[in-house]
């Protein structure tokens, strides 16, 4: 009886150890399981944070790729742009270039154009008229009663059709003209800040200063050939004086001033002989007086001022 009871208490424990193991297994396997849950959780995770990062790097470079497309695009119309006005500048300078050259062709051409009678929309009239010279400004001629230039806004409208009368060339000429006369130079003294003390008696002959001597006139006037087309010569005329004057052209039978010179001032300036080629110029002050003279023989070798 003893053997038996032992007997079942050996079984009872073997079968309550075999259950214990049993639970261990099976809390072990459900705590293995959860791991692989968890481990497979993250490696999503991860796999999901990749194909983010990938997604935002394809997204930043397909910016960068506009972007540069753009400014390519931008760059490509900005020298299409540039090349269409270096283009666009090419022609209208050759524009104006084609203009000037045939406005000065029918300049040309309208030199020694003759007529019997000229008359001027102001009601002026000339008798056998000779075209002389004919520039951007207007027309110098030669008439029975001497000679004259005219400026295209006072001759007829056919005459300025002929001569392709361009008033921005005129400006032009103008201008070009205008800056090879020199300003006058200003002498004058700047006024004491002090006044003067005025005496109360006056002084006595031997202190009174001296009066100032009257300015002797002086004047030089140069003449240089620059060129020459038919027989007729184009001078360039410089001229200097220390009073006011005028340079005076005697080459035709009827003189006729030229320029004006204003004191103490150079001017530069050109004009035309005849069609032989002869000139005689004079520099004359307001009272008549020869200050100096050339023409295409010699020079008068009188001795005026300098030129600088």
Known sequence: MNWLRNTSYIILFTLLASSCDDSKKAEREAQELKEEERQLVLRRHKELEKERAEAQAQAQLKIEREKELAAKILAFELEQKQAEERKAAEKAAEFARLKEHSRREACRAFVGTEFDELNLPDDTSYTNVKVLDADAQGITIRHQHGARTIPYSK??????????????????????????????????????????????????????????????????????????????????????????????????????????????????????????????????????????????????????????
Request: aromatic share 6%; proline share 9%; hydrophobic share 25%.
């Open 155 to 308: 001759l007829p409208s056919k005459i300025q059709r002929a001569c392709k009368y361009d008033p921005e060339a005129a400006l032009l000429e103008f201008e070009e003209n205008s800056k090879n006369i020199t300003p006058p130079q200003n002498s004058a003294r700047k006024p004491s800040s002090t006044p003067k003390k005025v005496a109360s008696k006056p002084l006595p002959p031997e202190t009174q200063s001296p009066k100032k001597k009257a300015v002797s006139p002086r004047g030089n006037l140069k003449v240089r050939v620059v060129s020459s087309s038919n027989g007729r010569k184009r001078l360039k005329v410089t001229a200097y004086s220390n009073v006011y004057a005028e340079v005076r052209s005697r080459t035709y039978a009827t003189p006729f001033t030229i320029r004006s010179v204003p004191p103490n001032t150079k001017v530069e300036f050109h004009t035309y002989s005849d069609t032989s080629g002869r000139y005689n110029l004079q520099l004359l002050s307001t009272r008549g007086q020869q200050l100096d003279n050339e023409s295409y023989l010699r020079k008068s070798g009188l001795k005026g001022a300098r030129l600088d």
